[in-house]
């Protein structure tokens, strides 16, 4: 059978109306291997366009351009590579994923490995990552950024022995490498060895004194030590405020509208932790009782990745919602100061996720900091620190660079857990055992030496009872070695130690039930699970001291009514509690009514504690007012 030769001026033979040359003869054109090669032949031009166009900053376009080439060679290993790099940038970890699989499937490099395990980390898929960590120095056991990631990876899962190893060994490839320090000596510093913490941090900061990072590490383990505070914690804290202003410009004019009835007050806060995590535990009842035709809150959010039920439950409070995770410094301050801020709240201090840096632009008038840290942030662009008068009698107040701000009760507003991981009150277990069970449900980092040696002579002048500790730290089987052999070698049966593992916050407040009664650590005490203990009906022994840290428990005991639990030395502590583990009867008591007990204190009293909050506010503004005139 002939076939018909087709002009490129006929109709197509396909019917789609077209001329054959405009239809399917330019597609077989296009698909003929010679119009293949002469694509093929462009991919290096093309590459080299978009990975300029990436180093220049546009993502975007570079983006497009990767997929134009790979749109020519589905396999060209580089741009797999790069575009999934770009998606992990711009927080698309499942994009990320896809190409990076693709990527080490055609070239398996430990920089491939190492990023895709980033992109599985990103997605909570932590074994996957970890199995990419090792696949990477496998193929280059000389790859130092793998193992400080698979020290990441351990510490992130409470294995810190093991994440000492991999950041030493990191360390010992790269040994200049300031953030290989500073995270070996984060581990130090989460299980309590405050000493190496401190050296580490300092060695970190030496190398680069420019990373913000490295002062409030430092600054966050000196706070934890009585011969570091206040001195040479304020003296770090002004190296650190030399160090911002050495790289910022603060701005000298605002955008802010004026304050009227139909023009409220505009409130930034700051945080990494609008989540279920303790800064989240004390800010949503008082979000939910702000006047919201006087004030108009506005969330800047420096976490990404976390977001839950809390952050959904708070999120409607805001007026308005930014993710500033992805910006720098500059960039985020320069948000702040173009939504005309009015004043500008810092959750965090020197603690984790925190954005500190920003305010030294003062992209807001007023900056103050509030609820996330304990001791003054150091910076001079701080205005205020907020406390109250309990945490800050006079004699404290020298420990801040920042004016400090009393609130007439309670610096902190517990919001009452969520219906879905919340308990009922037990009653007191020591009426089924017949001894008293102690409980410390902190990390170790704040059981020091002092703390130790003073429940050893509580339990041994208490032969019979028990302590409950129960934290992350214990999964760590070395951690938790070491720390039994502290009770050991004093002759305490380790029968009467008992170990948990932390959990979900449902599975804390449902520990309370084994609990007759919680022993403090000192000199950092606990904030949340002191809280939270109330929450189950389980007071808390604390030790009050001459800081707003020290003060922390003494301030949440006497603000729920409980003055008779705080102590004012280690004598008078040991005394109080062989005193509360004779008295059975006023235990079961205070257990069945401590709830309510706290619902009615100025604790959970949120509408009342917004009104105070609100009127600090606006007695800020009008004096920033009077003092403009």
Request: proline share 5%; charged share 20%; hydrophobic share 40%.
């Amino acid at each position: 059978m002939n076939h018909k030769t087709v002009s490129r001026n006929d109709p197509c033979p396909c019917g789609s109306g077209k001329k054959y040359k405009q239809c399917c003869q330019s597609r077989e054109s296009a698909n003929s291997p010679a119009a293949k090669a002469r694509l093929l032949e462009n991919v290096p031009e093309l590459f080299k366009k978009a990975y300029t166009t990436f180093t220049e900053g546009d993502a975007t376009k570079a983006e497009e351009l990767y997929l134009e080439i790979l749109a020519i060679n589905p396999k060209h290993i580089d741009s797999l590579h790069n575009i999934g790099v770009i998606a992990l940038s711009s927080h698309r970890p499942q994009m990320a994923i896809e190409y990076l699989r693709k990527a080490v499937k055609l070239n398996p490099s430990a920089i491939f490995f190492h990023h895709l395990a980033i992109a599985y980390s990103n997605v909570h898929q932590q074994d996957e990552a970890v199995a990419c960590l090792y696949k990477s120095i496998e193929l280059n056991p000389a790859y130092a950024e793998g193992y400080n990631d698979l020290g990441l990876a351990m510490r992130a899962t409470h294995r810190y022995n093991e994440a000492i190893e991999f950041f030493s060994k990191a360390i010992s490839i790269a040994p200049n490498n300031d953030t290989f320090i500073g995270n070996l000596a984060c581990c130090y510093n989460d299980i309590g060895d405050d000493k190496l913490a401190i050296e580490w941090f300092s060695k970190a900061i030496a190398i680069n004194p420019n990373l913000p990072t490295h002062h409030q590490n430092l600054l966050l383990a000196l706070s934890y030590s009585d011969a570091q505070f206040p001195i040479h914690y304020l003296k770090a804290a002004h190296d650190f405020d030399k160090a911002l202003q050495k790289q910022t410009t603060p701005y000298q004019n605002w955008l802010c509208s004026p304050v009227t009835c139909d023009s409220p007050l505009r409130i930034g806060l700051v945080s990494g932790d609008f989540y279920n995590h303790p800064v989240g535990h004390f800010l949503e009842s008082f979000l939910t009782h702000l006047n919201h035709n006087n004030i108009q809150a506005v969330a800047y959010t420096s976490n990404y990745f976390q977001h839950d039920d809390l952050t959904a439950r708070i999120k409607p409070h805001f007026h308005q919602w930014h993710d500033i995770s992805s910006l720098n410094n500059k960039q985020a301050a320069a948000k702040v100061h173009e939504d005309g801020i009015h004043i500008l709240i810092d959750l965090s201090g020197h603690s984790a996720n925190n954005r500190l840096a920003l305010f030294a632009y003062k992209p807001a008038p007023i900056q103050l900091s509030w609820l996330g840290f304990f001791a003054s942030t150091g910076l001079s662009c701080m205005d205020y620190f907020v406390s109250d008068t309990l945490s800050s009698p006079p004699e404290t107040l020298s420990h801040f660079t920042e004016k400090v701000w009393l609130l007439p009760e309670t610096r902190l507003c517990f919001s009452a857990p969520a219906a879905h991981v919340t308990q009922e009150v037990s009653p007191l277990p020591a009426l089924r055992n017949g001894y008293i069970t102690f409980g410390c449900f902190q990390v170790f980092s704040k059981i020091n030496d002092d703390v130790l040696s003073l429940w050893i002579k509580i339990l041994q002048h208490t032969p019979h009872s028990k302590i409950l500790f129960k934290n992350h730290q214990i999964k760590d089987e070395k951690v938790k070695l070491s720390f039994l052999r502290s009770f050991k070698k004093h002759n305490i049966s380790l029968e009467r130690i008992i170990l948990e593992e932390g959990g979900s916050r449902s599975n804390y407040l449902s520990a309370y039930a084994q609990v007759d009664f919680m022993l403090d650590t000192f000199p950092y005490p606990g904030g949340t699970t002191t809280c939270e203990a109330l929450w189950m009906g389980v007071p808390t022994l604390t030790l009050t001291g001459n800081t707003l840290l020290k003060k922390q428990g003494q301030s949440i005991l006497t603000t729920t009514g409980l003055e008779n639990w705080v102590a004012d030395s280690e004598d008078q502590y040991l005394e109080k509690a062989i005193s509360m583990t004779n008295d059975i009867s006023y235990l079961a008591s205070l257990r069945h009514r401590l709830r309510a007990q706290t619902q009615n204190s100025p604790l959970m009293n949120a509408p009342r504690f917004a009104h105070h909050f609100e009127n600090m506010l606006y007695e800020m503004w009008r004096q920033y007012i009077d003092i403009a005139k």
